[in-house]
């Protein structure tokens, strides 16, 4: 027997949503066990974002719970997407695969304290059938060159790893499969640059391919994004030669439900919460108040907040990140979560007073619009972005004149401004990324800072 069927289920960018995971679970289980039975090499893959720190069980367990479901589906491989790779420091992702069952394959980060690929990551893996078909699964992920640098990783670029590598794996293999959390442009283009690769699982854009696409003699896959869509890729081979390629997806919806699905999901929440209302954080004399409007008190916390760690005189926030009040008495991890479960490093940009002036008018050109505007991505999980706040910067909307600390700007000064990182990667304010000069603070969210900085403006009493 010379001819083989092989079957690969890939799932992504789950992001923590565990309302799927049951049902994805199953499946894969099921379907695993049924095809076996009729001697179908089965290979399951996950191509990252699997964790996002917005889910309070993810945030309690540095993502450990991830792993742990994933070791139930029990994957043949994995790889890593931006939210493992960028929303956790260095040493959370040094330990976040230390219980996984499965390898995890990468091939375009570098550990900049010793330049060497991670000790976790595997270049490749090769599976192979009974007949002998041999299948290469490599992997690489998207290259945030500065937000990696802020955790002592070096992000390459694809071009720059995967030359040599398909030259090294193309003679042993009779399929090379790129496991990409690189997002459709890119999965695109390295088709038609390298047809040696035969089979691009997709990720990262969260895009959707029901029936895949071919580029040229590649076929690219995509399941969409949250465990909605499970991909399956079925391959027919023929004395090691493949000879056709189907893609589909499952829509996990559609898919049974069973008893004790939703007590399996409430559960995540409920102990996530359990796990973080342990760690007292301040005591508030008075309650904190959020608003979409306006300067609240808590943007203006989180200004001062902002202002401390950064060392700066200047600070912006947008009040939409806060999702919530902070009330009188105790407050506790699992409070600074709610609020603000943004997965959001704090920056320290450098801007002459030129560019300073410009970025002010970008910010103040876009106000109205922002203020109501709904907002997805880029580290944000609120829905509105809500009101600029300015900290030190004042701006007269008649004379467009722009105030630093009460006195007129100076275009040929230096100033420095504390903010997020959304604001950079955000579309609206490109004079931060054109011209700011960035430094980042890789070990901390927001919420941790405001955490830090209410802890020493009103700390606990010592017997709490």
Not at 435 to 444: C, E, I, K, Q, V
Request: glycine content about 8%; aromatic content about 8%.
């Amino acid at each position: 027997m010379t001819n083989e069927q092989v079957v690969i289920f890939h799932t992504n960018d789950l992001h923590s949503h565990f309302e799927n995971f049951p049902r994805i679970r199953r499946y894969i289980l099921t379907q695993r066990a049924r095809l076996k039975k009729f001697a179908i090499k089965v290979i399951t893959v996950d191509l990252g974002d699997t964790m996002d720190r917005v889910h309070p069980y993810t945030e309690a367990t540095n993502g450990q719970i991830n792993i742990k479901l994933m070791n139930q589906i029990g994957y043949d491989a994995a790889t890593i997407g931006n939210n493992e790779g960028i929303g956790n420091s260095h040493q959370q992702l040094e330990t976040l695969y230390q219980q996984a069952n499965f390898p995890l394959i990468l091939d375009n980060l570098l550990d900049r304290q010793t330049g060497q690929k991670p000790d976790w990551t595997k270049e490749s893996k090769i599976v192979e059938t009974k007949t002998g078909v041999k299948i290469g699964l490599i992997a690489c992920t998207m290259p945030f060159a500065a937000t990696y640098d802020m955790n002592d990783w070096q992000a390459l670029p694809v071009d720059q790893v995967l030359p040599d590598l398909l030259a090294k794996i193309q003679p042993k293999v009779d399929l090379i499969v790129l496991m990409s959390h690189l997002g459709i442009n890119l999965d695109r283009q390295i088709a038609k640059k390298y047809p040696q690769i035969g089979l691009i699982l997709g990720s990262h854009t969260h895009h959707l391919l029901p029936t895949g696409e071919w580029v040229g003699r590649t076929l690219l896959c995509a399941a969409g994004k949250w465990g909605r869509y499970i991909g399956k890729v079925t391959l027919n081979f023929d004395q090691q030669n493949l000879t056709a390629a189907k893609a589909e997806v499952i829509k996990t919806e559609q898919l049974p439900e069973a008893a004790g699905d939703q007590l399996e999901i409430d559960g995540y929440q409920k102990k996530g919460e359990q796990l973080l209302q342990q760690f007292k954080v301040a005591k508030l004399p008075v309650t904190l108040n959020a608003s979409l409007i306006g300067n609240s008190p808590l943007t203006k916390i989180g200004l001062a907040a902002v202002k401390n760690l950064t060392q700066t005189k200047l600070a912006i926030l947008n009040g939409g990140l806060f999702l919530g009040d902070l009330h009188e008495g105790i407050i506790t991890k699992n409070d600074l979560h709610r609020i603000l479960p943004h997965p959001m490093r704090i920056v320290r940009v450098r801007l002459n007073g030129y560019n300073l002036w410009r970025l002010i008018r970008e910010m103040e050109k876009n106000r109205n619009h922002l203020r109501s505007a709904f907002v997805k991505g880029n580290g944000f999980r609120g829905k509105i972005f809500g009101e600029l706040v300015y900290d030190g910067i004042q701006y007269d909307p008649l004379t467009k004149e722009v105030l630093i600390n009460g006195q007129p700007i100076d275009l040929g000064s230096e100033y420095e401004l504390g903010t997020v990182d959304n604001f950079i990667y955000c579309p609206y304010f490109p004079t931060l990324e054109i011209a700011g000069h960035a430094s980042y603070w890789g070990d901390r969210f927001l919420r941790d800072i405001v955490g830090d900085y209410l802890a020493t403006k009103y700390p606990l009493e010592k017997e709490e």
